[in-house]
C-alpha cells in the first residue's frame, strides 16, 4: 500500500486547510484510515480516524470540533479539514491506513504516507 498525501502548506490562525490522501496498490476500501502528525521536537500522535463504512470516527480531544475526518472508500481516498487553525496544530501530518487502537487510546497503523507539512503562523 502507497499513501501520498497533498494539501499542506503555510495558513495564518484560524484559517481552514484541507489535507488529502491517495492510496494505491492493495485496496485499503476496508480498512480502518486515519491521520496521525508530529510536532517539532514532539512524538508523533493520533489525530483522527475513520472506519471503513464512515459510521465510526475518532478524534484526538485537541482537534475535536475543528477537524473533520472523510474518505471515499471505492476511490481509496481520505480527507482531513481543518478549520480555525492554531499555532500549535503546526506539524507534518501523515495519512496512515490499516489502524488499530490499542489500550487507553493509543493508536498503530501498518502503512503511512511520507508526511505533509502544515505550518500554521501567528
Known amino acids: 500500500v502507497q499513501l501520498v498525501e497533498s494539501g499542506g502548506g503555510v495558513v495564518q490562525v484560524g484559517d481552514s486547510l484541507r489535507l488529502s490522501c491517495a492510496s494505491s496498490g492493495r485496496s485499503i476500501g476496508r480498512s480502518t484510515v486515519g491521520w496521525f502528525r508530529q510536532a517539532p521536537g514532539k512524538e508523533r500522535e493520533f489525530v483522527a480516524s475513520i472506519n471503513w463504512v464512515g459510521a465510526s470516527r475518532y478524534y484526538a480531544e485537541s482537534v475535536k470540533g475543528r477537524f473533520t475526518i472523510s474518505r471515499d472508500s471505492a476511490k481509496g481516498t481520505t480527507s482531513l479539514e481543518m478549520n480555525d487553525l492554531k499555532a500549535e496544530d503546526t506539524a507534518i501530518y501523515f495519512c496512515?491506513?490499516?489502524?488499530?487502537?490499542?489500550?487507553?487510546?493509543?493508536?498503530?497503523?501498518?502503512?503511512w504516507g511520507q508526511g505533509s507539512q502544515v505550518t500554521v503562523s501567528s
Open positions: 496512515a491506513a490499516d489502524l488499530r487502537r490499542g489500550s487507553g487510546n493509543t493508536w498503530y497503523a501498518q502503512y
